[in-house]
């Protein structure tokens, strides 16, 4: 099925059709007055690229790897939470288009199917997102499944010690059915793994979490860690002291406002990484020239979370293939208009400075 769609504002602004306003409330909204939000978009456009030309663009590669696993473009899907709020299929649609277009799926705690469910549908293309729980048994028990079940990575989310103030969600809350099972959230134990609204959720985190459980962490499993939610340079540090990778992200605006994007951080934290860790990067993602930004600046890949869930809930799979191939086509594009033939030739020199 051919999707009419030429770019991801039209999906978005389709998916806001067809979202109930309670789902709509969930995906779109950030935090108090949504200046990070707009933020993380608007800091895109305002960088300027400088193009070379007269190089022979007849061929563009824009394969790469991340953690050794190939990706055939440096685009993956961020962590977010119940994808089954607009499409029954939820994560595994998620991840069956993420595979299929040799993309990669972080798949969140908080997510309607199972991580063995998203294995299944992904397997060898898929990350785990861990909110560490105050229980730690519990962390560790899911830790445990998502290294048997064949993650590639534990994706630690660290900007959420409190869930940020989301006033539209909060205006507009989203009930989970009584009953609703959250397979990857909670102990299964008799009563623990329903939720009847996101507040239990938050109940689960555990504001404590300081770099000792970093630690704590590394030791409990063999699979590479990235931490997400990084914006400075002392931390990105850190995380590399303590064997992690670097996600440079604000959490789609939703967690502190006005935080800065990840665009405007990356500059630094690249610095300090030097190389020696890999990054990632998330937030306001929407064009193909902004993939190309976020790598010439030294991201090794970007993630989207909002664009994929639009995808999601107007086509299923073939929605969120949609989303995908789109930025696909976008930086193949950006990158031959740009004089550079593969991702490796992106570098600092691509961005203007006054
Ligand atoms: C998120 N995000 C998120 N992050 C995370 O680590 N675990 C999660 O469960 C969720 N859930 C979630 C739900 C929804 C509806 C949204 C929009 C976001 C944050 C997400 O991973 C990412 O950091 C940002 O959303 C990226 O920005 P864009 O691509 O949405 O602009």
């Not at 469910?117 to 785990?128: E, K, L, S």
């Not at 985190?205 to 499993?221: E, F, K, M, N």
């Not at 939703?254 to 665009?263: E, G, I, M, P």
Request: with cysteine.
């Amino acid at each position: 099925m051919a999707l009419p769609y030429l770019n991801l504002r039209e999906m978005e602004e389709a998916a806001a059709a067809v979202l109930s306003p309670a789902a709509l409330a969930y995906y779109v909204g950030g935090a108090n007055d949504e200046v990070t939000v707009r933020a993380n978009r608007d800091g895109y456009a305002a960088l300027k690229l400088r193009p070379r030309m007269l190089v022979d663009v007849s061929q563009v590669d824009v394969s790469t790897t991340v953690l050794g696993m190939p990706l055939a473009f440096p685009v993956g899907i961020a962590p977010c939470a119940l994808h089954g709020l607009v499409h029954p299929d939820a994560e595994v649609a998620t991840a069956r288009a993420a595979a299929g277009m040799g993309s990669l799926m972080t798949l969140s705690t908080m997510s309607h199917r199972s991580l063995e469910d998203v294995a299944h549908a992904a397997p060898g293309q898929w990350w785990f997102q861990l909110y560490v729980y105050r229980d730690r048994e519990v962390s560790r028990a899911l830790i445990q499944r998502a290294e048997a079940a064949g993650a590639g990575a534990l994706v630690v989310t660290v900007d959420t010690p409190y869930l940020g103030r989301r006033e539209a969600i909060i205006r507009t809350p989203v009930h989970i059915a009584p009953g609703t099972v959250l397979p990857n959230v909670g102990p299964r134990r008799a009563g623990s793994e329903h939720l009847d609204d996101l507040s239990y959720f938050d109940s689960l985190l555990d504001p404590g979490l300081s770099w000792s459980d970093v630690a704590w962490l590394r030791a409990q499993t063999e699979l590479p860690i990235v931490l997400k939610g990084l914006l400075t340079a002392e931390d990105a540090d850190l995380a590399m002291q303590h064997g992690c990778h670097v996600w440079v992200s604000n959490h789609g605006g939703r967690q502190l406002d006005t935080a800065v994007t990840a665009l405007d951080a990356l500059p630094e934290i690249a610095d300090a990484v030097a190389g020696r860790a890999e990054i990632y990067l998330d937030g306001g993602v929407m064009r193909g020239t902004d993939v190309l930004k976020a790598l010439a600046l030294g991201a090794n890949a970007v993630f989207v979370a909002r664009p994929a869930l639009y995808g999601l809930a107007l086509a299923g799979e073939t929605g969120v293939r949609h989303t995908l191939a789109l930025l696909r086509e976008e930086l193949c594009l950006a990158l031959a208009l740009c004089g550079r033939v593969r991702i490796s030739d992106l570098g600092p020199d691509l961005i203007f400075r006054r």
